[in-house]
């Protein structure tokens, strides 16, 4: 059973660099995609992008010229990187993976718990 | 990118009541690569249904899943009280990933 927890400040300055992490355990971290999700206060779901073992990316285009999401195999760890952030990331960051084989290939099968990460000054 | 619509935006039932809610695309969902997720207050969401119709690993028989192209429903058969929470539908099949932006089923 895989699990995914996130980490990193919960408290981000405008303009800053909001920098998260996700651990995890339970699963080869080679297997799967591993995505970054996020969720502002009451309301919906916005997917901001993926990477693969082999490093390959894949960025929501609405965010793509500020995030980069990265992978350190030899910490089984993902991280999310989001640059000039205003209040508008303001949000619950979820780690999610999904696996390309299966009956639910490529959906969002398990999931972190998620972290609110606020931008204030 | 794919444009997914959920209606109602809310849904007022009663515990044993049958649960239909929609989720329509602005294009067609490639392969049927549609999914539902349920999420609670304070949770993460969950994987309910997966290529329109495939209830994932441990997901109750009363949830059920339809549609092909632009088109798609979950149902839940007989509402239990610990199905009250937000559906969001999401749409796999083409870059970006794009969910709907959900539906809450409260209790009546």
């Known amino acids: 059973q895989v699990q995914l927890q996130e980490s990193g400040p919960g408290l981000v300055k405008p303009s800053e660099t909001l920098s998260l992490t996700c651990t995890v355990s339970?699963?080869?971290?080679?297997?799967?995609?591993w995505n970054w999700i996020r969720q502002p206060p009451g309301k919906g779901l916005e997917w901001i992008g993926y990477i693969y073992d082999s490093g390959s990316t894949n960025y929501n285009p609405s965010l793509k010229s500020r995030v980069t999401i990265s992978l350190d195999t030899s910490k089984n760890q993902i991280s999310l990187k989001l640059s000039s952030v205003t209040a508008a990331d303001t949000a619950v960051y979820y780690c999610a993976s999904f696996y390309t084989g299966g009956v639910c290939h490529r959906a969002f099968d398990y999931w972190g718990q998620g972290t609110l990460v606020t931008v204030s000054s | 990118e794919i444009v997914l619509t959920q209606s109602p935006g809310t849904l007022s039932l009663s515990p044993g009541e049958r649960a239909t809610l929609s989720c329509r695309a602005s294009q067609s969902v490639s392969s049927s690569y549609l999914a539902w997720y349920q999420q609670k207050p304070g949770q993460a969401p969950r994987l309910l249904i997966c290529?329109?119709?495939n209830r994932a690993t441990g997901i109750p028989d009363r949830f059920s899943g339809s549609g092909s192209g632009t088109d798609f429903t979950l149902t839940i058969s007989r509402l239990e009280p610990e199905d009250f929470a937000v559906y969001y539908c999401q749409q796999y099949g083409s870059s970006p990933r794009t969910f709907g932006q959900g539906t809450k089923v409260e209790i009546k």
């Open positions: 339970g699963g080869s971290i080679g297997t799967y995609y």
């Open positions: 290529g329109a119709s």
